[in-house]
């Protein structure tokens, strides 16, 4: 054991406060200002709430390392003067553990010259024990983590990620010989500049390990987040007991006294209780990811944003989209929440509102720490929402792309509508999509077999396909009735998409406009029920289009059972429902 006195990093005054109210049974008003008049220098930091603990360790810094370092057992009562003074009044005489993973035997044979061997193992450990660099769990019996409880780090700058990620390969060693219960996690509070602990954590076989194993949750809080609004992060996010671990580093910076809360989170707070009651309608804002007016009309996302507005207005919300272009613009009233449609842009969240993330496609652009920022996280995939959940747990569910009725559902058509449809191009083959400059193998695959699809899109200059281009776009509100009038319209995903489960949206707008789908194949297909053709090579393309070809009322009867499908179970309607159920459990 080193016998140099290592600094004591301090933790955040939010997390601290949290500690105390829990620990000393006092009021959260009250307990962040006792951990203020605990962190502040120069003031002597003798909170007069702490009397009777000062009776014990009057020593400012000791106080201070007593208080996050123990933890009270699960089993203790409540008490007056909370469960750390009723230990230090003689529980630990009757054989209390002073905290869960404090290993008094262990400490005592490293401490046996201790000064006064009859006052608590937690208390000389705090006033001598830290001073003298002694391990508080020596034989290592706890593996670093305990069941049911969050070992939080809280860590402040990059330089802390070494310790932090030394405590979290003990945990993992613990777990792997068998000494880490189930049920523990370690919880990273990273308010470090541009969270570089995080992202170092990511990006290192053993964190990501720790991350899969459910060992390691990442929580980001921003560099100035205000105290109180850190002890909430701390008392939603970390299982209870919660141990608050102090890094051994040599140095670190005193801790700033923090900022006053943001006038938008001020704002937001004072509606929130009555958004959460239905009291009031939530302002949200929608980003979408299309980048300007004059280009929108070509992105999917802008169609995709319009219909899911018009389904959050019908469940009372006031929304409004903004494009890329408006994102970092300042809206004329504060929205109390906002919801990014993630595809190929990101959009880092500001404080203050509820921000929720619909990952739509592209998963791997998607890294941790942009997750993490999110209060929630909605994906468009069965199986990539479920490898989430170690790193994200309940702040991450699955929410499919869906269809719009109103726009490509045959029965919603006017009779104008219906009229001009009949005098549309009934197409043998249909590919509706642009080249994106690469190649999409299902229509390189068609006209290599003899079936040149009809192809609405852009930028195929200069490819075999460009010869069969009808148009560079179809307009949105005819879509649909170009999939209900071809024999088959092909569809195909994106490599990353089709391996994590990203179903196209392009197929429930096929089936919500009872057009007949023949697509490529992609993980969680199962959720059409067999009634889906897929091909995984040109040799299937062909079989299949000539069979399906020759078989209309097989392709009417599949066709009629997708659209019943995703007519029922798959509507920006019933997403709707599903956000606005969230916004308010998170209000």
């Given at each position: ?5 290592p600094a004591f990093p301090l933790p955040g005054p939010g997390v ?169 996690e370690c919880l990273v509070l990273d308010a470090s500049p541009g ?393």
């Amino acid at each position: 054991m080193s016998s140099a006195r290592p600094a004591f990093p301090l933790p955040g005054p939010g997390v601290l406060a949290a500690r105390i109210a829990k620990l000393c049974a006092l009021p959260d008003e009250t307990a962040l200002t006792v951990a203020r008049g605990l962190l502040a220098p120069g003031t002597g930091r003798s909170p007069s709430a702490l009397a009777a603990l000062r009776g014990f360790c009057p020593e400012p810094d000791a106080l201070l390392r007593l208080v996050c370092l123990f933890e009270a057992p699960a089993t203790a009562a409540a008490q007056p003067g909370g469960p750390l003074l009723a230990h230090l009044a003689g529980g630990w005489r009757r054989g209390e553990a002073p905290a869960p993973w404090f290993d008094p035997t262990g400490y005592e044979v490293l401490s046996a010259a201790r000064r006064d061997p009859q006052e608590a193992a937690i208390l000389h450990y705090a006033r001598e024990g830290w001073a003298r660099g002694l391990d508080p769990d020596p034989r290592q019996i706890r593996g670093g983590l305990t069941a049911g409880a969050s070992l939080v780090l809280a860590v402040q700058d990059g330089a802390e990620a070494g310790p932090a990620l030394a405590l979290i390969r003990r945990g993992l060693a613990g777990k792997a010989a068998g000494q880490g219960p189930e049920g523990a996690e370690c919880l990273v509070l990273d308010a470090s500049p541009g969270h570089a602990v995080a992202h170092m954590l990511t990006r290192l076989p053993e964190g990501m390990a720790a991350l899969r194993a459910g060992l390691l949750r990442l929580v980001l809080a921003d560099a100035g987040t205000d105290a109180a609004e850190l002890g909430r992060i701390l008392q939603a996010e970390a299982a209870g007991p919660v141990l608050l671990r102090p890094l051994p580093r040599p140095d670190h910076p005193p801790v700033p006294v923090p900022a006053p809360p943001r006038a938008a989170a001020l704002h937001l707070t004072g509606r929130r209780q009555r958004l959460r009651q239905g009291e009031i309608a939530p302002r949200l804002t929608i980003r979408c990811p299309a980048p300007d007016p004059a280009r929108a009309h070509r992105w999917g996302d802008y169609h995709f944003a319009g219909s899911l507005a018009v389904a959050l207005r019908a469940e009372g919300v006031t929304v409004r989209v903004a494009l890329a272009e408006d994102w970092e613009m300042p809206e004329d009233s504060a929205p109390d929440a906002t919801l990014l449609l993630r595809g190929v842009r990101r959009c880092r969240p500001r404080p203050g509102p509820v921000n929720l993330m619909w990952m739509l496609s592209h998963p791997d652009r998607v890294e941790a720490p942009e997750l993490l920022r999110y209060d929630h996280v909605f994906v468009a995939s069965l199986p990539h929402a479920a490898a989430l959940k170690p790193l994200m747990g309940a702040r991450v569910s699955a929410l499919l792309q869906c269809s719009d009725p109103d726009r490509f559902a045959p029965d919603t058509q006017t009779g104008a509508a219906r009229q001009a449809e009949a005098s549309l191009p009934a197409h043998p083959l249909l590919f509706v999509g642009n080249s994106r400059r690469a190649d999409r193998w299902i229509v390189s695959a068609a006209l290599a077999t003899g079936h040149p699809p009809a192809i609405y899109g852009a930028e195929w200059e200069d490819t075999p396909a460009e010869p069969f281009v009808r148009a560079q776009s179809l307009p949105n509100a005819s879509l649909g009735a170009y999939y209900r009038r071809a024999r088959i319209v092909l569809n195909d995903h994106w490599p990353d998409m089709a391996a994590r489960g990203f179903v196209s949206n392009r197929l429930f707008d096929i089936a919500m406009a009872g057009g007949f789908p023949l697509s490529d194949g992609f993980e969680g297909a199962g959720m059409f029920f067999g009634q889906l053709p897929q091909v995984r090579d040109a040799a299937e393309l062909d079989r299949a289009i000539r069979h399906f070809t020759a078989r209309p009322a097989e392709r009417a009867a599949r066709a009629a059972a997708l659209h019943a499908l995703v007519r029922h179970r798959h509507t920006f309607a019933a997403r709707a429902r599903r956000i606005t159920a969230r916004l308010r459990e998170l209000f």
